[in-house]
């Protein structure tokens, strides 16, 4: 059988449109932060869906409602077993005490009955910082960037005026000061000393955490001392109490080793002990995953490995029992808190400590979950707001107390537009 020309060009023509994406706006969008490309868009070919609820009255009992179907309808009130039933008033109904919609019926009851509330105030806002007069935008993260030490106190105090009260420091350090043994990461009057006084001074009563490992500090790349490929447990920790013990000094309210070495958080404990820093805290990075979500974080440090990965040190993905090992050796060993990183693919994780610790419980929303949602909001894939809040209340859901999110003082400013603190 020919076709004509014309029905050839037809067929062609519904056949690329039917794979042609639709949009979901009327708005064109210039190229963003992730190289989206300039796309004039146009409005879905969807019915049309009324904005305002319906006013009209619905007979509830359906009488008559099927007259004059061209097709059979079933009934389900009819028959020797009808799946439905009558009520007094002969209206339909469905004869179930339990109605779970009864506690979801208005905001006020959703509010009530709320099991799990995020609020400023379980927010730690990671600063990334380096020594510089000028901001440095990091661009797999739109939205966060390299602070000086003058705008991050300019950024501390826009947090605070939100609630966020608790920081933590993460310096991007210069490649003449990085070293195999990390020495930089002691140094008193080091960025990270510096701008833990600074803090301090202007905010006596934030809390501000300091992040121990090498990473930053050295010319190899990885979070501990490098012989031969490998990396050197105990010659670390020997490192790590002295970062530790030099941050406390400063004035570091939290220490959080996130370097993996075993038995690091008793050893920077009866350090910081011997040293007359009982009060200052712990928070173990005791599941932290040889994850791929951390590239744009090394992006932000300029510290990714020089070789190798970090898989001797950092626990493997696929295992969910180990964690419960480390979280029982960190808290044997003096740790106040207990962190899992990343989040959102660790829930399982942060369950797992929550339901076998007494400890308080803390999750990394990490910079590559971060960077996907930025990703998806900038296309308008979704909804910015909205996710980001759904997000930081799943953590809380699944155990965490406490949340290391590069969205803390937005998130705290959407509450407080929102009336909720």
Not at 293 to 318: N, V
């Amino acid at each position: 059988m020919k076709l004509s020309p014309i029905l050839i060009a037809s067929f062609i023509s519904q056949q690329a449109s039917a794979f042609t994406p639709s949009s979901r706006s009327t708005n064109s969008r210039s190229a963003g932060a992730f190289g989206a490309p300039q796309v004039a868009t146009t409005t879905t070919t969807k019915s049309e869906v009324s904005s305002i609820p319906s006013t009209d009255i619905v007979d509830k009992t359906l009488a008559g409602i099927d007259d004059g179907a061209q097709h059979d309808v079933f009934d389900p009130l009819s028959g020797d077993s009808p799946a439905l039933t009558r009520n007094n008033k002969s209206e339909v109904w469905v004869p179930q005490r339990a109605r779970p919609r009864r506690n979801r019926k208005s905001p006020a009851v959703r509010n009530m009955v709320r099991e799990n509330i995020v609020t400023p105030a379980n927010f730690i806002y990671p600063l990334f910082i380096h020594d510089e007069n000028f901001n440095q935008d990091i661009v797999s993260m739109p939205g966060c960037e390299r602070h000086s030490l003058e705008s991050m106190i300019k950024e501390v105090a826009e947090a605070y005026q939100f609630g966020v009260k608790t920081f933590v420091l993460f310096p991007k350090v210069p490649d003449e000061l990085k070293t195999n043994l990390g020495v930089e990461a002691y140094n008193p009057n080091g960025i990270v000393h510096r701008a833990i006084r600074m803090i301090k001074e202007k905010f006596p009563e934030a809390t501000v955490c300091t992040d121990v490992a090498l990473d930053p500090y050295s010319d190899q790349g990885h979070d501990g001392v490098v012989e031969n490929g490998k990396i050197l447990n105990d010659v670390t920790i020997n490192q790590l109490c002295k970062q530790a013990v030099s941050q406390a000094r400063a004035g570091a309210d939290v220490v959080a080793p996130s370097d993996m070495m075993d038995g690091r958080v008793g050893a920077i404990r009866d350090a910081l002990d011997s040293e007359g820093f009982t009060d200052v805290s712990i928070l173990a990075y005791t599941a932290k995953y040889a994850s791929a979500y951390y590239g744009t974080f090394r992006d932000a440090l300029d510290s990714h490995p020089g070789f190798g990965d970090k898989k001797t040190y950092q626990q493997d993905p696929a295992n969910g029992r180990e964690a419960l090992i480390e979280a029982a050796l960190d808290a044997a060993e003096g740790a106040d808190m207990l962190m899992v990183k990343p989040g959102m693919p660790y829930l399982d994780v942060i369950r797992r400590l929550k339901d076998n610790s007494n400890l308080p419980i803390a999750a990394y929303h990490v910079s590559g979950e971060y960077a996907m949602i930025k990703a998806a909001c900038e296309r308008g894939w979704l909804d910015e707001r909205s996710v980001v809040l759904e997000t930081l209340t799943c953590f809380k859901r699944a155990g965490a107390d406490i949340i290391l999110t590069y969205y803390a003082k937005q998130a705290a400013q959407w509450m407080a537009e929102d009336g909720l603190f």
